[in-house]
């Protein structure tokens, strides 16, 4: 199979996890978790699986000068990122969450440009922007935003959540280029880990352990398991091929991906609204795609010359 398929392939099961992270992450808090409990909670589990899967298979070294980068990936892309996720969810709903993630692609879009020099090209912008067209009119067709004092906070802090991602995806390129997927994400999710223990400790000390239920600990399995360790992987893995403004522009994919589900579960019907938007999301992903390509033809057909 291709090598691009097999990017697509990897970040249409991250948004999927992701897409399906957003209910079960709400149903966690406040209770039987608070923010910061299940952030610890999250961290804790990344860390213990990256490196004991790393000491296994992978047996690899980071040079010194990386470990700076790899520090700020932890810090963008584990602590500051997933933390402010989680405080912000707990205050705003999945739905609101959803609608300013919609923004991320272009955040990293231009992070991409300054920091990696990543070609900002009108194909790739007319794709970003069919895409945001497409992911407005799914979510805001039901018309079920929450515009209270609570969802506005949490929606400022998912802002931030947003960027923070958009920061670490465009950081993580050049690294995952660099070194194995597994050696990359040890050590981000070691320095995220580090980041995030001294403002969860306090938290995680008050947790009640016998007052957790067996499907929340299922749920808190699946943040850990699916949502951070196979995602994460998923994530580096696709951006080993494809240009980091690809991999967020999966963003707008969460709510097809969402109504897809509701509709087989019988709580939801197909409008024509939804078909429209599915086909301008998946024809901005097609645009966004189309220039990668062409553009790896043009550098092989510019090599071929010399």
């Known amino acids: 199979m291709n090598r691009n398929i097999k990017a697509h392939l990897a970040l249409l099961l991250t948004t999927l996890i992701f897409g399906i992270h957003y209910s079960i992450g709400k149903s966690l808090m406040p209770v039987p978790f608070q923010p910061m409990q299940l952030m610890f909670l999250r961290s804790l589990g990344a860390v213990l699986l990256f490196w004991v899967f790393q000491q296994w298979f992978i047996q690899e070294k980071v040079a010194r000068k990386d470990l700076l980068m790899l520090a700020l990936c932890g810090f963008f892309g ?21 609608i300013i993630h919609v923004m991320n692609p272009i955040f990293v879009l231009i992070f991409a440009s300054i920091l990696i020099h990543e070609k900002i090209t009108f194909v790739k912008v007319i794709g970003i922007v069919l895409g945001a067209i497409g992911a407005f009119i799914l979510i805001l067709y039901g018309k079920m935003m929450n515009m209270s004092t609570n969802s506005f906070a949490g929606d400022i802090l998912v802002m931030f959540n947003m960027l923070c991602y958009a920061m670490y995806l465009v950081l993580m390129k050049p690294m995952v280029g660099k070194y194995n997927s597994m050696t990359v994400l040890k050590w981000v999710s070691f320095f995220g880990f580090l980041f995030i223990l001294p403002f969860s400790v306090k938290g995680i000390t008050e947790l009640h352990l016998a007052s957790i239920s067996v499907n929340a ?20 893995f696709a951006l080993k091929t494809v240009e980091a403004s690809m991999v967020s522009f999966y963003t707008y994919l969460q709510p097809v991906i969402a109504s ?41 057909a510019g090599a071929g010359k010399e």
Do not use: C, H
């Open 217 to 236: 600990w299922l749920g808190v399995g699946y943040v850990v398991v699916f949502n951070t360790f196979i995602a994460y992987l998923l994530i580096n």
């Open 78 to 98: 584990f602590a500051a990122n997933q933390a402010l996720f989680y405080q912000g969810l707990n205050l705003t709903t999945p739905v609101d969450a959803s």
């Open 260 to 300: 897809v589900m509701s509709v087989s579960l019988g709580t939801e019907a197909i409008t024509f609204p939804k078909i429209i938007s599915a086909f301008l999301i998946f024809g901005g992903v097609f645009l966004v795609s189309r220039v990668k390509k062409n553009s790896s033809v043009r550098v092989k």
